[in-house]
């Protein structure tokens, strides 16, 4: 089973930058599609962004376009969520999620099988 740990949240002012890591453990992780949600006190959790097997195949929530990255690293088991011009609104718990890869990007969180333990995200205004 493939085990996923995410990291490199924090607290930041309002326009700063993080960049979360999601490293998988176990498995042959290039055989998986990427997702990040979020969860927000009080608020169900929320898809982020998802990348397929390579760079060609990814979507973002209509809430972070523009301003969040999601990448990967086959060679090292790693996917990153770069995350710039941070908001109050950002403010959530972070979940990397994975799921064997079918030919088509999922966004919802069911489609996901396995799951980090998450990071907290605190933005400040």
């Known amino acids: 089973q493939m085990q996923l740990v995410d990291s490199g949240g924090g607290a930041v002012q309002a326009g700063g930058s993080l960049r979360l890591s999601c490293t998988a453990s176990?498995?042959?992780?290039?055989?998986?599609?990427v997702g990040w949600f979020r969860q927000a006190p009080g608020k169900e959790r929320e898809f982020v962004a998802g990348l397929g097997l390579n760079h060609s195949v990814r979507s973002y929530a209509d809430t972070v376009k523009g301003r969040f990255t999601i990448s990967r690293d086959n060679r090292v088991n790693t996917a990153n969520l770069q995350m710039n011009s941070l908001k109050p609104e950002d403010t959530a718990t972070y979940y990397c999620?994975?799921?064997?890869?079918?030919?088509?990007?999922?966004?919802?969180?069911?489609?996901?099988?396995?799951w980090g333990q998450g990071t907290q995200v605190a933005v400040s205004s």
């Open positions: 176990g498995r042959i992780f290039a055989n998986y599609a």
């Open positions: 999620a994975a799921y064997r890869w079918v030919g088509q990007l999922k966004r919802s969180q069911e489609e996901y099988s396995l």
